[in-house]
């Protein structure tokens, strides 16, 4: 009712002084959109700050994210409405008044996706950010995840807008489903990489950095890349592994970057002879073991005579340290190594090594005389 109150009085008022009603009219409608312009951006100035003042990744990102989207959206909307003032609003161009709402309705969606986007990209850098401090969130996860979010609000915005334009979209959809169906069987390596990828991005049984190796495949190494396509493996000897990620779907794959523990598992071989030092020598290196610092007591400590091998006597030790780096774990290995080499001495007692005893009778068997040598030796 306002709204036409001042129509009229602007209508009157513009017959009084001699001009075309919608002149004032365009005026007025500048001088409004500058106005919001203008209290939209100390607005957002004032939002900004109270979000930078706070730790949430998130905040940042959807007050940002709308500067220039409502900036584009309201000046959009001043000139719509300055459209349907102008005197081509009876004629069949697209920017005479008769579409109009319609090209109001395609630019609110537009300036709507673009704000969508730029909040995406924005939790996106700020979360990548955090997480170099805090979780050690993987990039690739959350660079593919973002990238996953724009093509579907694309995809969504593009049907809507033309769907608002007065294109029938039934046709496209039907016809799109026919292509997509086509362009997936002639592209299913690719998609089933791509889904491999997204597999490993999401579920995460390894990242960028972990050592892992596949018992199924020849595949050990650090990673060094998830993409799209493929991965990339570091081997050990540093040359480069391009594995599809369509196999990591179909394996078995170890990540020991993540074990908890590393295994010690040894077998002590002594001699035959020392047989009555092997209890105490098993009962000593036991204590050993549970009285050593780096070895996890909540673990199972095993020390146990064996077997009577062909050459030795054998015990097994079998304890776990939770110590996973590799080289203060070889020295915590080497250490219990030199301490059970300490206790055979100290029994008296050696490592046994392979070796083969052959007796040798220096008597002949009575047999072994042939007739004609004893004759020979009865007539000398």
């Not at 369509?246 to 993540?258: C, D, G, K, M, Y």
């Not at 392979?354 to 002949?364: E, L, Q, V």
């Not at 042939?370 to 004759?375: I, K, L, N, V």
């Amino acid at each position: 009712m306002t709204l036409e109150i001042l129509s009229t009085w602007i209508d009157s008022w513009s017959v009084q002084i001699g001009v075309a009603a919608w002149i004032p009219k365009l005026v007025l409608v500048a001088a409004v959109v500058v106005l919001v312009d203008f209290i939209h951006r100390r607005l957002m100035k004032i939002l900004r700050e109270k979000a930078e003042a706070t730790s949430n990744p998130w905040d940042d990102a959807v007050i940002s994210a709308g500067g220039l989207p409502v900036t584009a959206l309201i000046w959009f909307l001043g000139a719509s409405i300055a459209l349907q003032l102008l005197p081509l609003q009876d004629t069949e161009s697209w920017f005479g008044g008769a579409n109009t709402p319609q090209l109001r309705r395609a630019g609110i969606i537009l300036a709507l996706a673009w704000y969508l986007l730029r909040m995406v990209r924005g939790v996106e850098c700020n979360v990548l950010a955090a997480s170099e401090d805090a979780t050690q969130l993987d990039k690739a996860t959350i660079g593919i995840v973002g990238k996953i979010i724009k093509i579907i609000i694309l995809a969504g915005v593009g049907l809507v807008i033309l769907d608002q334009l007065g294109i029938k979209i039934t046709g496209l959809l039907a016809a799109g489903g026919i292509g997509g169906l086509a362009l997936a069987l002639a592209a299913k390596d690719l998609l089933a990489n791509l889904f491999g990828g997204l597999n490993i991005l999401l579920n995460q049984p390894f990242s960028v950095g972990d050592w892992i190796r596949s018992p199924e495949q020849e595949i050990e190494g650090v990673v060094e890349h998830i993409g799209w396509r493929q991965t990339t493996i570091r081997r050990f000897n540093r040359r480069p592994l391009y594995v599809p990620n369509s196999v990591f779907t179909n394996i078995a794959v170890e990540n020991p970057s993540r074990m908890s523990h590393r295994r010690i598992s040894e077998t002590i071989s002594i001699r035959h002879d020392d047989i009555g030092s092997m209890e105490a020598i098993v009962s000593d290196v036991k204590s050993m073991l549970e009285s050593h610092p780096d070895i996890d007591q909540n673990q199972s400590v095993l020390v146990y005579f064996d077997r009577f091998g062909e050459t030795s006597l054998d015990f097994n030790i079998s304890c776990f340290s939770d110590i996973t780096d590799g080289e203060r774990f070889f020295q915590i290995r080497q250490d219990i190594l030199f301490g059970i080499y300490r206790t055979v001495n100290r029994y008296g007692a050696k490592i046994a090594l392979p070796a083969s005893t052959i007796k040798i009778d220096s008597k002949p068997d009575a047999g072994d005389i042939s007739p004609g040598s004893a004759a020979k030796s009865g007539t000398t």
